[in-house]
């Protein structure tokens, strides 16, 4: 699913999510593990305000587990309590209602002292497109129902979906957009496929992937596609067309007259990467600026 944001649009969706933030008690906000930050969208704080949230670090089954360890931290940092998942086997799944509880441990106690019986916890998904929020909205509700969230010019009438008897989740997420005005997020979302392809051009994509993997997953890299002599960076443009070439002429990736075709190699290189195939990888480091 693609969507072409306009002002118009965000405007529509930062009022849709304020709606929905009156009917529940919590927010899940969906990451992508291996872009926790570009993947974040850029008025989320203030889109939801003092409302408690849960951050999750979605397709962590593709995202590096030190550097997964490393953005739970920086987050925490922040006073941002998250948690990693992977909505598409379910790993962490099951743990949501408990880590809910934790982050509303104080109001459901008043509750409780008012001789109240705490009601299920209300939440909302909220995330990007592509970043797992159906996925998830699947996993929890045990069936494959239709999303659709709030596109703009979709509506539909939401409904709660029960998650054991402790949490309900509403059934159309927020759909939040990504950052547009940050060039190397821009690269970053396109590599692992939240953002299309043809946004960006795909050689170039896959040179900014190169330069990542070369230097953080450099064995990786040699491993995969049988490279030698792979440099520990990659300083400039040309240097990453190099490797490039070396891939395509290791996959034999040909033109006619025995050229390197660059764009079916860049295609290759990404379908790796996007699956998993050149192994769990995270393309951005927090940064600890305080
Ligand atoms: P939405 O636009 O946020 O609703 O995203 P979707 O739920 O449609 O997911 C986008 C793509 O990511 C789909 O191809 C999913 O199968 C895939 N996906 C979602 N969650 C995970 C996950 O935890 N791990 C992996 N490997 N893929 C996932």
Known sequence: MTIQWFPGHMTRAK???EEKLKLIDVVFELLDARIPQSSRNPMVDEITGTKPRLVLLNKADLADAEQTAEWSRYFRSKGLATHAIDANAGAGVKDLANKAK????EKIQRQINKGMKPRPIRALIIGIPNVGKSTLI??????NIAVTGDRPGVTKGQQWIRFGGELELLDTPGIL???FDDPVAGFRL???GAIKED???LDEVACFVLKVLVESYGSALKDRYGLEGLPSELPDMQAAID????IGKRRGCIVSGGHVDYEKTATLLLRDLRSGKLGRMTLESPEFTD
Do not use: M
């Open 15 to 17: 009022r849709q999510i």
């Open 190 to 192: 396109a590599a692992t």
């Open 177 to 179: 957009w990504p950052k």
């Open 243 to 246: 490797v490039l070439e070396s």
């Open 102 to 105: 934790e982050l509303l441990q």
């Open 199 to 201: 946004v960006l051009h």
């Open 138 to 143: 699947n996993r929890l509700a045990g069936r």
